[in-house]
């Protein structure tokens, strides 16, 4: 575990049994994350991102692992101590509309935290709503109106007042810009980055869009069937990429300017069911690079870069996927 790290994740795995089967979620998951900082979650849908958020968080139980939240593991505190520990760390979901309760007023929605939790009430509990408003740009007046009489962009601004309610030091965001127009999506990553920057705030920012992650995040987590395939600072995953997966998704990313257009990569196949992951690499049943080692042992995550020792990549060839960059655009893998 880290000593500067708000929160040290440790070989984390969150499996449901299934007809005959285990379905593996997240498989074996090591992370830190330091404070202040924001860790950029990305992989495609399914590969188990917001079951890593959610099970951090308390919210989906656990089959083994540790998360050492300030040096304590949260998964294994007792009711009373979970209790007080959700006051530092908290969520917001991606689905505005869905994760607020249509039957209460937004005053009640973001006064709940504060009331349960016994930090104000009465006339102060209503000041304190005012000012969650305010700071997350919605007029006060809007304490007595439901959450159906609001906007997408509005309804996250409500998830996100709620989220701050308690002062909390760790924040999962789940995709919450996903489900929002592209002109509201940059006014709610604003809006979260002016609160890491007054409140002091880690995030976890889980996300499949990795423009958004690149303009966002201090550094970048890649996920693949349940695991970290490759992780390291914004700008080394950007420069350089190490991983197959990784390039392949920088190179699906579509290009604002039409002479690049023609340098887009779709990345063919989906993502194996994580109740019956391939052998060996999960990634070699679709990676254009695959070798007969990748089929038979799965690589381990570990440094390859040759310029940042924090950037580290589970593959096999990692050490020549720079070369590999460009063959996937063409489609000519090199040969084993």
């Known amino acids: 575990m880290s000593n500067d790290a708000l929160l040290s994740i440790r070989d984390l795995k969150t499996h449901f049994p299934i007809k005959r089967a285990v379905l593996k979620a997240v498989d074996g998951v090591s992370l830190d994350i330091a404070r202040g900082q924001t860790l950029g979650l990305v992989g495609e849908t399914g590969c188990g991102k917001t079951t890593l958020g959610r099970t951090i968080l308390r919210l989906i139980p656990h089959t083994a692992g540790e998360v050492f939240f300030e040096g304590v593991d949260v998964l294994r505190m007792d009711r009373k101590r979970l209790r007080a520990a959700r006051r530092n760390m908290q969520i917001v979901f991606q689905d505005p509309a869905g994760s607020l309760n249509p ?6 929605i973001i006064g709940e935290p504060m009331h349960v939790h016994r930090i104000a009430a009465g006339r102060e ?30 309804r996250q601004r409500i998830g996100i ?67 970290i395939v490759e992780r390291g600072p914004v700008d080394a995953i950007y420069r350089e990429p190490r991983h197959p997966y990784t390039q392949a998704l920088l190179r699906s990313v579509p290009k604002a300017d039409p002479a690049q ?18 052998s060996g690499c999960a990634f070699h049943p679709r990676c254009p690079f695959v070798t007969s080692e990748c089929k038979q042992r799965v690589p381990t995550l570990e440094e390859k870069s040759n310029t ?29």
């Open 261 to 278: 257009r023609g340098n887009l990569f779709v990345l063919g196949g989906e993502v194996p069911s994580p109740a019956d992951p391939p």
């Open 161 to 227: 007042a709620r989220a701050i309610a308690l002062q909390p030091k760790f924040i999962v965001c789940d995709e919450p810009v996903s489900s929002l127009d592209v002109s509201i999506q940059s006014q709610i990553l604003n809006l979260l980055a002016d609160l890491r920057e007054e409140l002091g705030l880690s995030y976890l920012f889980i996300a499949h869009d990795l423009a958004v992650v690149k303009h966002f995040s201090d550094d970048v987590a890649i996920m693949y069937l349940g695991k």
């Open 125 to 154: 509990l209503t000041e304190r709503v005012a000012r969650l408003l305010e700071r997350v740009g919605l007029s006060a007046e809007s304490m007595a109106r439901y959450p159906h009489e609001f906007s997408g962009g509005q």
């Open 308 to 336: 940042n020792a924090a950037h580290v990549v589970a593959c096999h060839h990692a050490d020549q996927s720079i070369d590999w960059a460009n063959a996937i655009i063409t489609g000519h893998a090199p040969s084993e």
């Open 103 to 108: 039957r209460m007023t937004v005053g009640d």
